[in-house]
């Protein structure tokens, strides 16, 4: 069975500070996709990633940078010098191949203090 | 410039009631689907169209009832409005190929309260 899990409920960290992100996931598929989405206060859903279970190389992108290992089934997100903006709740996302659809953590609160 | 767009954005309405909520996206994107955001934030599928065909209902209450009038649209309707239904409903889409699950785009939600 598909399952992700986000144990840390809510997150406070000052501005400047380095914040991670975890994000367990639990599939019997060899093939799968994995996502991080953010919601701000506003609401809306924000794509951030997308990563193939083949794909295990981390990635940077400007203050975000995420670590996938297969070998402990997380995909760890990673925000340098937090910012104000960056408050939000963060949702960790499964999809296996053929699945069609999105099981999503039940995401992490991150509030950044100035 | 809006890829995926929903309306209306905010809907009261008294239990008892029929409503519909609109979604529409301009990504070329073959698949649509709706899901549920419940009051603890949880996100759960509801159903997904793949060129107006359902592919995925999920459980769901009879009372809601997607329609796909073209691969750019899918509404979604809901009979007799119960208390529980109050949440934020989002439309997403993304192109699905045999050898990989694109990723999906949401809209901005519709938040549903019932009264």
């Known amino acids: 069975a598909q399952k992700v899990t986000q144990a840390q409920t809510e997150i406070s960290v000052v501005e400047k500070e380095d914040v991670t992100l975890d994000c367990v996931y639990e599939?019997?598929?060899?093939?799968?996709?994995l996502f991080w989405y953010k919601q701000p206060p506003s609401g809306e859903l924000v794509f951030l990633i997308r990563?193939?279970?083949?794909?295990?190389q981390n990635e940077i992108s400007g203050r975000y940078s995420w670590n996938f290992q297969k070998s402990t089934s997380s995909f760890n997100f990673t925000i340098t010098a937090s910012q104000v903006v960056d408050s939000a709740v963060y949702f960790c996302?499964?999809?296996?191949?053929?699945?069609?659809?999105?099981?999503f953590g039940t995401g992490t609160r991150l509030q950044v203090f100035p | 410039d809006t890829a995926v767009s929903q309306t209306p954005k905010y809907l009261v309405t008294q239990m008892g009631n029929d409503k519909s909520i609109k979604c529409e996206q301009n990504?070329?994107?073959?698949?649509m689907y709706w899901y549920k955001q419940d009051s603890k934030k949880f996100l759960k599928i509801m159903f997904s169209?793949?060129?107006?065909?359902?592919?995925i209902n999920e459980t769901v209450p009879n009372r809601f009832s997607p329609k796909s009038p073209d691969k750019a649209h899918l509404n979604l309707h809901i009979n007799s409005l119960e208390l529980g239904d109050s949440a934020v409903y989002f439309c997403?889409?993304?192109?699905?190929?045999?050898?990989?699950?694109?990723?999906?785009?949401f809209g901005p939600g519709t938040r549903l309260l019932v009264l």
């Open positions: 169209y793949n060129n107006k065909e359902l592919i």
């Open positions: 997403a889409s993304s192109q699905v190929s045999r050898s990989s699950l694109e990723t999906q785009y």
């Open positions: 990563r193939n279970s083949f794909d295990e």
């Open positions: 990504l070329g994107h073959d698949t």
């Open positions: 599939t019997r598929d060899t093939t799968y996709y």
């Open positions: 996302a499964l999809s296996e191949r053929g699945a069609d659809k999105l099981i």
